[in-house]
Every structure is written in C-alpha cells, then in structure tokens.
C-alpha cells in the first residue's frame, strides 16, 4: 500500500467519523452513541489492517468464507471484531458461529438454531434483519413475524438479540430511507431492543437522526467495489 492511499484511507475514516460526530449534535446524542462498522467486502485483508492501524476496530463482511479467510489472515490483530452483514447459508454458519463477533442479518429460525448449536464461548449478538419494504427478493423477516420470531430464538443458547438492521432500497435520495429508519426504531423499541443496525455510505447521516447505534459504512471509507 503506498503513502498516497494511506493517506486517502485515513482521510476517508476522518471524513466519517465528522460525519457521524455531526450528526449526533444536530439530533441531541452523545457521539460515542454510535459505533461505526466499516463494511471490507471484497476489498483485501491489506486495507483492513491499514484501517485498524488508522484505530478502526470494527469490519462487516457479507460473505462468510470471505469473513472465514480474512479472520483467519487478520488473526493478530488486538481488538479486531468480525461483523457478518450479509444472508448466510444454513451449511456456511460454522464460519459465522466461530469468527465473528456480532450478525447482523439474522431473519430464519433454522439458522438460529444452526448458528446456536455451533457456538462456543460468548453468546452471538445477533440483529434481526427486517424487510420493511415489502420486495419479494429481499432479505429479511417481515415485521408481522417478528414478535413470534423473538419468542422462539429467545430459547435458543449462545444467542443474544441485541437489536434490529435493514437496509432500505437503494435510491438516489437519502431521505427516502428516512420512514424505512423511522419503522426500524419505533419497532425495536417495542420489543424492547436497544441496538439499530442501520445507515450505509449514502444514508447514514439520516439514520443517526433516526436512532442508528450501528452504521455501516463501505464506499465512503474503501472507495468503489
Ligand atoms: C455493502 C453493504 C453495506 C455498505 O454499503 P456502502 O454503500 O458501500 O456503504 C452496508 N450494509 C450491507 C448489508 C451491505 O451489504
């Protein structure tokens, strides 16, 4: 990596966290109120390791076996934690269960259960996925289930539902996601959840006024993909 795109790199993170500093004061949080997850999918391990020289600890990945092989490659880095954003597949979630640190998409009860038999040590924190827009494609549990989703993982070891992540769809305008946030946190708070996993590079701003305690941001800090 040369001095040029270190230097890029570490005015990308610069530029973010101002972003998210600013958004907190325009809408009255504390600014250590959200964590900034930086999304690494299909950028190397190299750039990982440069951003947590530059004092970034947490990287979603929405593969497992890629977040399988950079765990693995990136294993001493102190601090380092594992985000899995993306659908896993029930016979991909060992990887999960043994790398990561949090998941962010969980939306089935037969990988609830895959994942609860797999894990070891610490419970899991797990963000229920939700699909509040109704495409049929998408990912993520339909809000009607939830409350029974809730009650059938909450038997489940090594598990522990911390909160609840979408991801709106895509549009050139940012405050279109704005209701998609505004359902996500109306929700959580009925179920008692404290945690929103929400934001990404063209929206975060909007769901740190919304409530986000997660962003997950990729472009804005490793450029395209
Ligand atoms: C890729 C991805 C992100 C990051 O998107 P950017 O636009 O690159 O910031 C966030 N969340 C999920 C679920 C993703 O797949």
Excluded at 120 to 141: A, I
Excluded at 146 to 174: D, M, N, T, Y
């Amino acid at each position: 990596m040369s001095l040029n795109e270190r230097r890029t790199l570490a005015e990308r993170i610069t530029w973010v966290q101002t972003s998210i500093h600013q958004a907190c004061i325009r809408s009255n949080r504390a600014p250590n109120s959200v964590e900034l997850l930086a999304v690494s999918k299909n950028h190397p391990a190299e750039n990982i390791q440069l951003a947590w020289e530059l004092g970034l600890k947490n990287f979603g990945e929405n593969y497992a076996q890629e977040l399988r092989d950079k765990a693995a490659q990136l294993a001493g880095l102190h601090g380092l934690r594992w985000h899995a954003i993306g659908p896993v597949q029930k016979k991909n979630a060992k990887y999960i269960a043994q790398s990561a640190w949090a998941f962010h998409a969980l939306d089935n009860l037969g990988l609830a259960e895959k994942l609860s038999q797999q894990r070891q040590g610490e419970p899991l924190r797990c963000f229920v996925q939700l699909n509040l827009s109704n495409e049929p494609q998408k990912n993520g549990l339909r809000p009607e289930a939830l409350a029974s989703f809730l009650q059938a993982v909450s038997a489940l070891r090594g598990l522990h539902i911390c909160g609840l992540s979408c991801l709106p769809p895509a549009s050139a305008e940012p405050e279109k996601s704005r209701p998609y946030f505004q359902t996500l946190a109306t929700l959580a708070h009925a179920h008692q959840l404290s945690e929103l996993s929400m934001g990404t590079t063209q929206d975060f701003h909007i769901a740190i006024e919304e409530g986000a305690t997660w962003v997950r941001v990729g472009t804005a800090l490793f450029g395209g993909r």
